[in-house]
């Protein structure tokens, strides 16, 4: 019997839908042209990328325009490209702007940046979360001044799971005459997102969370948001992001997207209704809990179980579920292969030695419930036999 891979929010297999467009744009006269190029070959494949733009910019709101989205090679460059290149565009309008804050649940593509920030001259903050693992909007508000040049809070945690409510920090924080970036990378075409709702001036996104091929992203920037490109070398995206489209994965994931935006709330009940099952089943199980207890369900990203194993560290139960034939992980899977107490569950307030025994189960609506079914029972076995002697 295969491996049962649940470990989706790190990545996912690709669709049919993705591999269909990939193999269709392979066999088309213009794969391999460069969508820069003057000649004909060069302008057709600039029309079909920009088509493929504007299907990835409808999932994010009706009013979006495809020029407001700048296509990147994966969620890493986008939130980089927000983080600093926002910061550093705000200020050079506004010099006094030298603060940007950021939650301490953030994805490391956030938070290893800050150094870089403080090289460039910037102070930085970090707003705590509740123990629910949600940024309360009071504690943004307490550091908030006009010297805050950008804000960015993630819309739902890739550990937890936990949305956050990125409508009030956004309004707060423009305010104080702020931009709002939000890391929507886990929660897009998972939940269903609309940036005039959210309110936010710039949101990343990724293709290889959904199905669709990895190093494809995007980074939405509402209408003159300033931005400093931190990629140089052309003119491409509009002088924002230089280097060579890639045609092919962008195309794979607009495929994603048409396929998947008119499902989304179907797909996400489905997938809501299976992690409540995980939730429970677990809950009966000696020595596992729920890392967030207190988060009702809908405030949380279907398809993201995140629990706590009394007395077995988190690098043992994975390498025991996977001798079992299913794949996890104890959250982000960005720090090549390390497996350490996680930041988030510790900004939470979670115990280093309770957080040790984290794990993160996660899949999308392709889930089967007869699988999910096996690992609780496989998971339980684990937890009530304890740790290795």
Sequence with gaps: MPPVNLDYAASTPMRPEAIAAQSAYDASDIAGANPNALHTLGRRAAARLERARADIASCLGARVRPSELVLTAGGTEANQLALLGIAEGVRARDR??????????????????????HEAGFETDIVAPARSGRVEPDGLARLLDDRVALASIMLANNETGVIQPVRELAELTHRVGARFHTDAIQGFLHIPIDVDELG??????????????????GLYLRGRTPLRPRLLGGGQEAGRRAGTQDVRSHVALAAVCRALAPRIVEHASRVRALSDKVYRQLASCPRIRSSVPDVERAQRLPGIVSVLVQG???????????AAGFEVSAGSACSA??????????AMGIDEQAASGSLRISFDDRAREADLDRFCRALCELAAAGPRS
């Design 337 to 346: 292969g390390a497996v350490g107490s996680s930041h988030v569950l510790r």
């Design 200 to 217: 936010c001036d710039a949101l990343s996104l990724a293709g290889h969370k959904v199905g669709g091929p990895v190093a494809t992203g």
């Design 96 to 117: 006094k702007r030298t603060r940007v804050i950021v939650s301490g649940i953030e994805h490391d593509s956030i938070l290893d940046n800050l150094g870089l920030l």
């Design 312 to 322: 077995i560290e988190s690098e043992d139960l994975i390498l025991r579920l996977d």
